[in-house]
C-alpha cells in the first residue's frame, strides 16, 4: 500500500468517524494533513500540498510553495483570510514575496 493511499485513507476515516468541536462536523488530524501535505510536497505535487497545508493550519508553508512559483492569486487568497492579529507575521511573509514581483499595492 502506497503512503498517498494510507493518507487517503486515514482522512476517510476520521472524516467518516471523527468529529470537530462543537458538532462542526469532521476533524482532520493536522498531524496527518501535514505528513500528506510534505508527501504532496516531495512528489512535486505543490497545489495539493500547499491546500493540505492550510487545511493543517500551516499558512507559511503554503505561502512558501505558492511564493516560490510566483503564484500570486493564491497567494492573495489564503492572505485575505487570516487573522491580523493572529498571523502578522504570514501576512507580512504575503507582503514580501508581492514586492519582490512589483506588486507594491497588494504589499500594504
Not at 28 to 48: G, T, V, Y
Not at 94 to 102: I, L, N, P, S, V
Request: charged share 35%; glycine share 6%.
Amino acid at each position: 500500500m502506497t503512503n498517498l493511499k494510507k493518507f487517503t485513507e486515514a482522512n476517510e476515516l476520521i472524516k467518516k468517524h471523527g468529529k470537530g468541536r462543537q458538532g462542526e462536523g469532521p476533524l482532520l488530524d493536522p498531524a496527518i494533513l501535514i505528513k500528506q501535505a510534505e508527501f504532496e510536497r516531495d512528489s512535486d505535487n505543490w497545489k495539493e500540498a500547499a491546500e493540505l497545508y492550510i487545511q493543517a493550519g500551516k499558512h507559511k508553508e503554503a505561502i512558501d510553495i505558492y511564493g516560490k512559483r510566483q503564484n500570486l492569486d493564491a497567494i492573495m487568497d489564503v492572505c485575505k483570510n487570516l487573522d491580523r492579529s493572529k498571523h502578522q507575521a504570514e501576512i507580512e511573509l504575503c507582503a514580501r514575496y508581492f514586492k519582490a514581483q512589483g506588486h507594491h499595492t497588494f504589499a500594504k
